[in-house]
């Protein structure tokens, strides 16, 4: 059986590959998440991810490891994580009622080679009130989250739309990922019992 192993302690990221009943293991790394300011967002999320896969991937040669990581652009600015309440509170004034754009690179590293993509999806945000985000921001759901929001739990109540892959703006977009995976040889299973 090929090892497969997730380069991310992201809970949603392990969600999102346990959906389609893959066995794998967890191993993140500690690597720089610095980057050259000057690259666009689509090199420095593949750039990231790259460095996280090939961390694991060192200690796990026969594997194959998927790095990922997830960014979100808005006003030509890139938003990481907030480091705090004010930080959160500024970067969701600053997406609300608006478009932006999600990026996630994902790096696949494997005995059979390596291969780096990336997707972007725009999101819409509904013109937030201070209520709205304050209170976003208590539940304390935007502080391990790029652009201080989850799509998928209670910030879903601040989109009003999305035009790309909605699991882009999850952090790893599975379509694109299940199929680049068997592109480097990786075996899909049988899902027929």
Known sequence: MQNLILASSSPRRKELLET???SFAISSSDVDESFDP????????????????????KQNSAAFVIG????????????????????AVR???????????????VCIVSP??????FERTEVTFWELTEHEIRSYVKSGEP??????YGIQQLGSMLVKKINGDYFTVVGLPVSRTI???????????????
Request: glycine share 8%.
């Open 20 to 22: 389609l009943r893959l």
């Open 38 to 57: 000057g690259l666009p967002p689509e090199e420095v999320v593949m750039e990231l991810a790259e460095r996280k896969a090939r961390a694991v991937f």
């Open 68 to 87: 990922a990581d997830t960014i979100v652009v808005a006003n030509n600015q890139i938003l990481g994580k907030p480091a705090d309440e004010a930080e």
């Open 91 to 105: 970067m969701l004034q600053s997406l609300s009622g608006s478009q932006h754009e999600v990026f996630t690179g």
């Open 112 to 117: 059979s080679g390596c291969t780096r993509f």
């Open 143 to 148: 502080f391990d989250k790029a652009g201080a």
């Open 179 to 193: 199929r680049e995976l068997q592109r480097l040889g990786f075996e899909q299973p049988n899902y027929i019992p």
